[in-house]
């Protein structure tokens, strides 16, 4: 009933206005990121203390052209009996190269759980908030943000200015090329084994890129990276780190990378 409510206002004001804009996305190119990494404390947190860590890492990957697709609906004012069209993007993702990557991160516990806040670089500005629990010998928990990627994205498709847009003349060709900050929710995971000073840790990162076109948003495949790494904390403050990087976009593409960090705890 509100799909239909919906249809037929925005049929109205197609008819009582000079013209309905319509936007359909062909195709699209991101020069795509590795989703971020966030870890737990890697190391035991007395119960009713916090901590702070700095950490600093570098990335490298090879270079890779991946194939994909991006898919949307969009309501036609053509005919109520067919309220929805469907509308597929071909796509390419760029993805690789060599970055180096920094982060600041709050740790806050109360005698069993824990929460903390995160801000960081990775090919572009990100944060968020994780939520989960710290013992002497594991640890694991959730988290959620927002991923400021500074890239590049180019967008081609067509617009529509009449009514009905019957006619193959009355699409017009839109588009170009945008360096810009595009925000992505991303969210995951993250797990780690702490023996005495060794620490092996697990983390599940994943967004979809943000690609746009006049009132179109697109829904674009995920970028699902797992990080496993493993380290060693020297003393109360300094720890090292080093692993690997595998991002799945879909079943047929996996991307690899190594991983090597240091980190400084404020205790």
């Known amino acids: 009933m509100r799909r239909m409510v919906y249809i037929s206002v925005c049929l109205a004001l197609c008819l009582l206005a000079t013209g309905c804009t319509r936007t359909r996305i062909t195709s699209f190119h991101v020069d795509a990121a590795e989703a971020p990494e966030v870890e737990g404390v890697r190391g035991y947190l007395e119960p009713h203390s916090s901590t702070f860590r700095f950490s600093g890492s570098y990335l490298f990957s090879p270079k890779e052209t991946m194939v994909v697709s991006g898919s949307y609906s969009n309501y036609s004012a053509d005919s109520l009996m067919q309220p929805t069209r469907e509308f597929t993007a071909k796509g390419i993702y760029e993805l690789g190269g060599s970055d180096l990557n920094a982060s600041f991160e709050w740790f806050q516990k109360t005698s069993f759980f824990i929460w903390g806040l995160g801000v960081g670089y990775d090919d572009g500005i990100y944060h968020h908030l994780k939520l989960g629990f710290n013992t002497r010998f594991f640890e694991a928990g959730i988290f959620m943000g927002t991923f400021h990627q500074y890239t590049t994205i180019t967008v081609d498709g067509e617009e529509c200015d009449v009514y009905p847009c019957s006619d193959s ?74 692993g690997v990087a595998m991002t799945l976009v879909n079943p047929d593409y996996r991307h690899y990378a190594a991983k090597f960090g240091v980190g400084y705890v404020f205790k």
Do not use: C, Q
Request: proline fraction near 3%; aromatic fraction near 18%.
């Open 169 to 242: 003349d009355d699409w017009k060709s839109i588009g170009g090329t945008d360096t810009d900050f595009y925000a992505s929710l991303f969210m995951g995971l993250y797990a780690t084994i702490m023996i005495e000073d060794f620490f092996l840790s697990y983390s599940l990162s994943s967004y979809s890129p943000a690609v746009e076109a006049g009132d179109e948003g697109l829904a674009t495949p995920s970028i699902d990276t797992h990080y496993i790494m493993a380290g060693y904390r020297f003393n109360t403050h300094w720890e090292v780190s080093g």
